[in-house]
């Protein structure tokens, strides 16, 4: 058995409230590796001339072999379904603890088809799914459900939602976790929005770390991993590279002066006083804190 994976799916029918787990196939964590690729896979397998809209459209919620370990930079969860601004295929990532979270609890992955007719959350837990009413949370805003599903199952939970964007069917509509991490691309919010699916919760006890298969591989490849990131010379180098010190946006600046960054919808490459967004300027007026993601030293998110 392959290490890393907690070797459970669950699959959730918002329509009927019915969810049933099962194993992924060895041979499908060995070809489509990690949250992005399983993903896609599944979405593909659900056909492809599903409406984006339709309960029929399936939403999935991945993570992959590294996440929830002490792999650096590992912290990533996939939301894969078929996008309602593009018409095809999208994966979108999004940091934070979400991901090692859904492993702990006990998931490789959750599988969303159908629709409520009421909103809903979904809360995962010691290696169950089920469904509550969210009617409460339907039209509040991702910063409000964040706190009140926290107030309601515990400090420690781990949340997921969307806001008033994805409910409308905003096709760029994004998940938020955390207050704070996006799942930015595709629309995969308003599919949500789409099955009155408001938000999942997910509650995991880092207790439950999944172990590699072969100790001492791992030992390697996680020295010569963290060797590269913490390289001085590298831009991931914590407290000392460009990333680390000034966040994604510390190539805000170099993208403007190549004429590389798509402004009013596309219309332009540069834009006039980018240097006020930048990621220098920000750490310099703006930076509160260096937060970070689960494993990752790197602390990007400014």
């Known amino acids: 058995m392959l290490g890393g994976y907690a070797h459970r799916i669950a699959r959730i029918n918002l329509s009927t409230g019915q969810v049933e787990y099962f194993a992924p196939d060895p041979k499908d964590l060995e070809m489509y590796v990690g949250g992005r690729g399983l993903g896609v896979k599944y979405v593909f397998e659900n056909g492809p001339k599903v409406d984006p809209f339709s309960p029929d459209n399936l939403l999935c919620i991945m993570n992959g072999p590294l996440s929830g370990t002490r792999a650096k930079m590992s912290g990533r969860l996939a939301v894969v379904t078929k996008s309602p601004l593009t018409g095809t295929v999208t994966d979108s990532h999004m940091g934070g603890w979400t991901a090692a979270k859904l492993k702990w609890a006990g998931f490789d992955g959750l599988l969303i088809k159908g629709a409520s007719d009421k909103p809903v959350y979904l809360l995962v837990k010691d290696g169950e ?67 009155k699916l408001k938000a999942i919760v997910v509650v995991g006890k880092q207790e439950n770390m999944p172990q590699p298969k072969d100790p001492q591989l791992w030992r390697e490849a996680d020295r010569q991993a963290s060797a590269t990131i913490n390289d001085p010379k590298n831009v991931t180098a914590p407290k000392k590279g460009g990333l680390s010190l000034y ?34 300027y920000i750490r310099e007026h703006r930076l509160i804190k260096d937060n970070t993601c689960h494993a990752c030293p790197v602390a990007c998110k400014k």
């Open 129 to 195: 799914v089920t469904l509550h009413d969210a009617s409460d949370l339907w039209g509040k805003t991702t910063h409000e459900t964040h706190r009140i599903l926290r107030e309601r199952h515990g400090e420690d939970a781990d949340v997921m939602a969307i806001g008033p964007a994805g409910e409308n069917l905003v096709r760029f509509a994004n998940w938020i976790n955390n207050d704070e991490r996006a799942a930015g691309r595709g629309g995969t919010g308003a599919v949500a929005g789409s099955k």
């Open 247 to 280: 966040g994604t946006n510390v190539l805000m600046n170099i993208t403007n002066v190549m004429g590389a960054l798509p402004t009013f919808n596309a219309q332009h490459t540069c834009m006039e006083g980018v240097e006020t967004i930048s990621g220098e």
